[in-house]
């Protein structure tokens, strides 16, 4: 069968993907811009609930090797590779769980955490397993502690629902076997579509999305379309059932969605001025934008309304680092319904400090400008320029098993995406950042031999991680000569160089 007895597809893997929108430093960024205090990155406990092959958790581990990271899913395929993941890249700060959430007994030795996140799964499970997901969170959420949860969302996926509903339909009865599910469904998708049925033509946008459906690997094809299970839901309804543990609604993702400013359009505003109430507002903005997809954060009330602290107060103290060199920085950028105010000659100056290393919102204030205007002006200007996406948070200064651990899963990933081939991309691990960004494959292995090694040149060390790869020469499967090598480590390293990854990647705090 292609469902384990939850309803959860278990037959096939999953795809392989990074989510930003899980690290810990992205959660702490946005608990902290809607007013709640951010988690202590020095010491934490993280769960993520669904983690898949782990490729998230794994990068979030690394770049965090004082926190502790639990993974937990029920497919044992994906924790095996997950594991033998973690081995390879040296990871001892994870702990992996092949179990469903509602067979891990309350009296485990699981810690209570920071940090627990779901992506997507809320909207695969039934009501019996999200009951058994939410007294997981109330048993191991700390007081003050954050839950991040993603889902397909109302009203925007009733559309999407209605063009799963046709493969469904058709191919559900005709095979117990997920992948061969997905590959009939989309045969008969294509069928409707090339004979312009009435329903594709009166809803053309369904249509456009339908077609889209065609580009995507066929794994994602059946674990979006075919569990057993399978629930949009509205803002209220999820926030109803984490009331139930008593959770709070935090924020939301994209970062526009919490700034007033930004998240409706301007005609628009002398009405949302009358739902004051932050749910009611989610609720109508999600009708106003036709939301699809939600990613919502949670948080655990603590005595006295400890968590709750005025934003300025929890940005304060929290680094930020530009990512953008200053002679590409743009000034006129839109963010939702804004157009962010960057060109004034304080913003300039903000952006400027947030070159080279990270800074805080109370190192800034000490230059002799900004030491004359009001902290929550400033805490402003930082955001903006987040919301711009050319200053990113940042973590707190690098310290040695830091970069070492990310130096070896970087190493890890880039090696393993090479040998699956030379075109496509590798996901690479910012220390200075704690999130992950995308490489070409080859760039990505010559930029972890510049991130390591140092008594070899970066060239000899890309040449001993090409020949652990495997690769050969295509016309007779034979090793790529040295000789060869050494020419194309010195090639492509002069063309990062001269395009700027290599430059960019030390921005980031993926090379030294």
């Known amino acids: 069968m292609g469902t384990s007895a939850q309803g959860y597809i278990t037959d096939l893997p999953y795809t392989d993907n990074y989510y930003e929108q899980l690290a810990p430093v992205t959660l702490n960024y946005l608990a902290a811009v809607n007013g709640c205090r951010p988690r202590d990155l020095s010491d934490f406990d993280y769960c993520e609930v669904g983690c898949g092959f782990g490729l998230s958790l794994l990068v979030h581990a690394a770049a965090h090797p004082a926190g502790r990271f639990v993974g937990i899913d029920l497919n044992a395929a994906h924790i095996r590779h997950a594991e033998v993941r973690a081995t390879e890249a040296g990871i001892a700060n994870v702990r992996l769980i ?15 955490f920071d940090f627990i996140v779901l992506h997507g799964v809320y909207s695969y499970v039934g ?10 969170i109330d048993r191991h959420l700390k007081p003050g502690g954050l839950v991040l949860v993603s889902y397909n969302a109302l009203p925007g996926y009733a559309g999407h629902q209605a063009v799963g509903e046709i493969m469904r339909r058709f191919a559900r009865p005709l095979s117990d076997n997920s992948l061969e599910r997905a590959e009939l469904g989309l045969s008969c998708l294509r069928l409707m579509l090339n004979a312009q049925v009435p329903f594709f033509r009166l809803n053309p946008e369904l249509a456009k999305y339908a077609e889209s459906l065609f580009d995507r690997d066929p794994r994602y094809i059946a674990h979006e379309f075919f569990h057993e299970h399978w629930n949009p839901f509205s803002v209220d309804q999820v926030s109803g059932e984490m009331d139930t543990v008593g959770l709070e609604f935090a924020g939301a993702l994209p970062l526009w969605q919490n700034h007033p400013e930004a998240d409706v359009p301007e005609i628009l505003a002398p009405f949302f001025a009358t739902q004051p109430e932050r749910l009611s507002r989610e609720a109508h903005k999600d009708f106003i934008y036709n939301t699809v997809f939600r990613t919502d954060l949670y948080i655990r009330p603590e005595p006295a309304d400890a968590h709750r602290v005025e934003r300025t107060a929890a940005l304060w103290n929290m680094p930020f680092c530009g990512v953008t060199p200053p002679e590409s920085v743009r000034l006129s950028v839109h963010s939702g319904a804004l157009t962010l105010p960057l060109n004034s000659r304080e913003s300039r100056i903000v952006f400027n400090l947030l070159q080279g290393r990270p800074r805080t919102p109370a190192q800034l204030s000490a230059h002799p400008v900004l030491q004359a205007i009001e902290p929550a002006r400033l805490i402003d200007m930082i955001c903006w320029w987040v919301l711009s996406a050319q200053v990113r948070p940042a973590l707190p200064a690098d310290d040695d098993a830091a970069d070492n651990s990310a130096a070896e899963i970087n190493t890890a ?15 690479l691990v910012s220390r ?16 972890c031999a510049a991130s390591t090694s140092p008594e070899a040149s970066p060239e000899a060390r890309l040449c001993t991680l090409i020949a652990r790869c495997g690769l050969s020469m295509e016309e007779n499967d034979a090793p790529i000569p040295h000789t060869e090598l050494q020419g194309l480590a010195a090639q492509l390293y002069a063309e990062l160089a001269a395009g700027g990854t290599l430059a960019q990647a030390q921005r980031l705090g993926i090379v030294a």
């Not at 092949?98 to 209570?112: C, F, N």
């Not at 990933?413 to 996901?427: F, I, N, P, S």
């Not at 200075?432 to 930029?447: E, M, N, S, W, Y």
């Open 98 to 112: 092949a179990e469903p959430v509602g067979e891990i007994p309350g009296s485990t030795d699981l810690p209570r």
């Open 127 to 136: 009501e019996a397993v999200r009951g058994e997901i939410l007294r997981f």
């Open 413 to 427: 990933m880039a090696v393993d995406a090479l040998r699956e081939g030379v075109l496509g991309k590798a996901w």
């Open 432 to 447: 200075r950042l704690g999130i992950a960004f995308q490489f070409d494959r080859l760039p990505a292995l010559a930029l």
